[in-house]
């Protein structure tokens, strides 16, 4: 019986525009910013900063060199870092409500401070709500030193939760996420970056 729902963020939640991102981060002068990011997984600071390995301040420090620049603010990597988000579909922030009324909805999500620090705030959903309305516990990489498509990062939910993996869906966009969440024992849902999952998703509640 299926009884906890955990999600990626970025293609699943919330819309993407990685070319912004790539722009923004040009812009401040980071000329190989297509290189070290993507949409799937990062290189260099930009991954140190997701799995933790570096802290915010350390990024905009070490971000500041690589362009070439005095100073890099947080203010401006968080600029940059938010180029990602596209759009916040309010379809899919009222289907998390609905499902959270009868499932426990997490979320697991490769991430950072910048982008966290603007959907954990009031201006995440566009009506005054963090996305923490949406779930009932909210994990990300950076938080827990690890970074999928590792399986350890999973198993660290399933612990700190207390839940059993055959009782648990993740949805991701990416395969390797995917296959990571299976080989722990869980139902895994691949989904189109930034369709539409419920009808899938509801699909595998049926049975």
Not at 44 to 56: C, D, H, P, R, T
Not at 101 to 112: E, I, M, P
Not at 135 to 161: G, Q, W
């Amino acid at each position: 019986m299926i009884k906890t729902l955990i999600f990626d963020l970025g293609g699943v939640v919330i819309t993407l525009d990685p070319d912004e991102a790539m722009r923004r981060f040009e812009h401040l002068g980071i000329k190989d910013a297509r290189q070290q990011m993507g949409v799937y997984g990062q290189t260099g600071i930009f991954l140190q900063v997701e799995n933790g390995s570096i802290s915010a301040d350390e990024f905009c420090r070490q971000l500041a060199v690589q362009a070439g620049l005095p100073h890099c603010s947080y203010e401006q990597a968080q600029w940059a870092w938010l180029g990602f988000v596209k759009e916040v579909p309010r379809l899919r922030l009222e289907n998390l409500l609905a499902l959270k009324k009868q499932y426990n909805v997490l979320l697991l999500s490769n991430t950072n401070p910048f982008i966290m620090d603007w959907a954990r705030s009031e201006a995440f959903s566009g009506d005054g709500h963090s996305i923490e309305h949406y779930f009932h516990r909210t994990f990300c990489s950076y938080e827990l030193n690890d970074y999928k498509p590792s399986a350890s990062i999973f198993r660290k939910v399933l612990a700190e939760m207390g839940l059993e993996a055959d009782e648990c869906v993740f949805v991701d966009d990416g395969m390797k996420n995917v296959e990571a969440s299976e080989s722990v024992g869980m139902h895994g849902l691949l989904v189109a970056k930034d369709s539409d999952w419920m009808d899938d998703l509801q699909k595998i509640l049926d049975v």
